[in-house]
Nanobody, 122 residues
Framework: QVQLVESGGGLVQAGGSLRLSCLASGRTLSAYAIGWFRQAPGKEREFVAGISRSGNKLYDTDSVKGRFTISRDNAKNTVDLQMNSLKPEDTAVYYC???????????????WGQGTQVTVSS
């Protein structure tokens, strides 16, 4: 029921930074946990980071912990993903998704954005 739109993707050189934003409409974002996922061509969609309704944060520790930071701004109805020290393997379409309870699995997320392309050149 909530509608999501991602923005902030683009082309960046390795080591650079991007800040992705997930804007919600139709429903207040505070009612949802938000997960960020990414999918590269030929690969499965994978969890990147998420934030619960209470503000607890989850990360794909092995790949993004220490480089990416997720944050919530309920007043703006947004969840942002700050991505630093980007690597070519971060290249993917990034999606935000809403669910009542935060989880790493994309299953049962009720709303998805259209995705935003992140391309990291070497």
């Amino acid at each position: 029921q909530v509608q999501l739109v991602e923005s902030g993707g683009g082309l960046v050189q390795a080591g650079g930074s991007l800040r992705l934003s997930c804007l919600a409409s139709g429903r207040t974002l505070s009612a949802y946990a938000i997960g960020w996922f990414r999918q590269a061509p030929g690969k499965e969609r994978e969890f990147v980071a998420g934030i619960s309704r209470s503000g607890n944060k989850l990360y794909d520790t092995d790949s993004v912990k220490g480089r990416f930071t997720i944050s919530r701004d309920n007043a703006k109805n947004t969840v942002d993903l700050q991505m630093n020290s980007l690597k070519p393997e971060d290249t993917a379409v990034y999606y935000c998704a809403a669910r009542t309870i935060l989880a790493r699995s994309p299953n049962e997320y009720v709303s998805w954005g259209q995705g935003t392309q992140v391309t990291v050149s070497s």
